[in-house]
């Protein structure tokens, strides 16, 4: 802000923001030599804007019907669950709302931490064997817990829950790479944040991406 | 992953997978040369950590009595505010209760929408002045808006409110990089992340580092 300048910043549109904030991306990605691909430009300009992180434009990794078998799901009303109570505020309730989506976590359920406990495992990994029960066929956006995403893979291959769609992007430096290379094993569709990065922010973001597709005009 | 190897990953404790992390991070940095202070550095390897993104080692600054200040409120059991629900989730709650301190985000409250829309404001505007009069010198953790951060400032400057820290982290490409740099000028105690980079995560994890100094034995 320039000296003597008056804030004039107070009335500006957030969609309008919005809309400036993605040219502004497009832009630097373009002077960085980088080309997106048309259907899933969405998806990318949005984890880089909630992160304001280019490497999401290089890291970001998808099954060839990940968008098809996200938005099939999206369109029919489908079960979101998030791996944090983070996750779940970040991913938008009126576009949820518009599409007849339910939103879940189960790291809080008292039941959940109670089982964990007995069995001396972590809340992430009873929280994937719940959602798992009670919605096999559910987008999974795990932005968190690299146990998590293990325990998923796990319960794919045991035949006990086969996700639409799972948006893998838990961020960290001990079993995050790897927990992350092994749910592109499973042979579900996927997004994925290759390396270190991620977080609950970069899969709610994803997610509104995919919503936002649908649902605004 | 090597093939073959089976997955040992889901006994692991937490605590020991967040020491060992940190210890990666601190690795690395020093690889790169870098130094961290010692008073500051619960903050930096927490931001890191919660992004996997080293850029926080170079753009997180502090005022000279943020950390002071921070933790005397935090130990009075003062009030936090957050400008999303995704920052107040990310806001560890057991800390919190441990020190005696409230959490408050007035984003979604009915009223603060209501005044918004009557007054052709953002929601992220009325919200920042209900908080400043409820809580005058609580501790402002702004992740997401740069014109939270900015009514913030001016209501400073109109004798409103004498934040006891302003952890001053919008992330984005329009107003961001100007907003933090004005709130650097209100003559508050600050944390900022400099640059376009932050978010409701960063956000939270200085909040939490904090907390967690004052809180872990």
């Known amino acids: 802000m320039l000296e003597g300048e008056k804030l004039k910043l107070l009335e500006i549109n957030p969609m309008e923001i919005e809309k400036r904030s993605f040219a502004i991306i497009e832009e630097e990605l373009r002077s ?48 979101v669950i998030t791996d944090t109570n983070m996750g779940k505020s970040g991913i938008n309730k009126q576009a949820l709302k518009k599409l007849g989506c339910g939103l879940e976590c189960f790291m809080a359920d008292e039941q959940v931490a109670a089982l964990a406990k007995e069995r001396h495992v972590t809340r992430a990994i009873v929280s994937m064997e719940q959602a ?35 948006i893998g992007v838990p961020v960290g430096f001990v079993n ?38 649908l649902t605004r005009t």
């Open 32 to 79: 960085m030599g980088i080309e997106l691909s048309e259907d899933k430009k969405h998806v990318y300009l949005r984890a880089i804007h909630t992160s304001a992180d280019f490497d999401y434009a290089r890291n970001l990794v998808f099954s060839n019907d990940a968008l098809e078998r996200g938005e099939e799901a999206l369109k029919r009303g489908t079960v």
């Open 132 to 166: 798992a029960k009670l919605y096999p066929n559910g987008i999974y956006v795990i932005g968190n817990a690299p146990t998590a995403l293990i325990r998923l893979g796990e319960l794919i291959d045991e035949g006990k829950c086969q996700p639409a769609l799972v």
């Open 176 to 213: 995050v790479v790897e927990s992350k290379e092994w749910i592109m094993t499973k042979g579900v569709p996927y997004i994925v944040a290759k390396g270190r990065k991620g977080g609950s922010n970069i899969g709610a973001a994803i997610c509104n991406a995919m919503m936002y597709k």
